[in-house]
């Protein structure tokens, strides 16, 4: 059993979460300061990646069902929904690819793109939308 604990001074960051790539497992560090992980001692060195990131203007920061990003060519998608379709827009409207997720918990995806932005939206079963703009280097 590992016990992390985190503090927080700067206030700019509206999201700081620790993703357990092994068991899908999200972890809120803004609204829980100590946190318990196990493991076995035989769990790979990158296990865990933290995402920090602040709210746009046109966004809203609430408990969203998906949490979407892009590093390193792959697109990677947490998600709470059992069934999502992920559509992926450039700014002109054009699909330029497009799937499904069949199972809640975390996703990637290897997706190479020309530097730009992008939309991704994420529709569960019950049709609701969710969009995150994406922007690549």
Known sequence: VFNLSASFNNEQFEIINLLDLVSGQLYNLKSSNNIEIYA????????????????????KNHDEKFLIWHNNGTLHIFTESAFAMVIIYDLHGKIIDHFDLYNAGYHSKSLILNSGVYVIRCVDKNGLSHSKKVFIN
């Open 40 to 59: 076995d001692g035989t769990e790979q060195e990158d296990r865990f990646e933290l995402l920090i990131g602040t709210v746009g203007v046109d966004e």
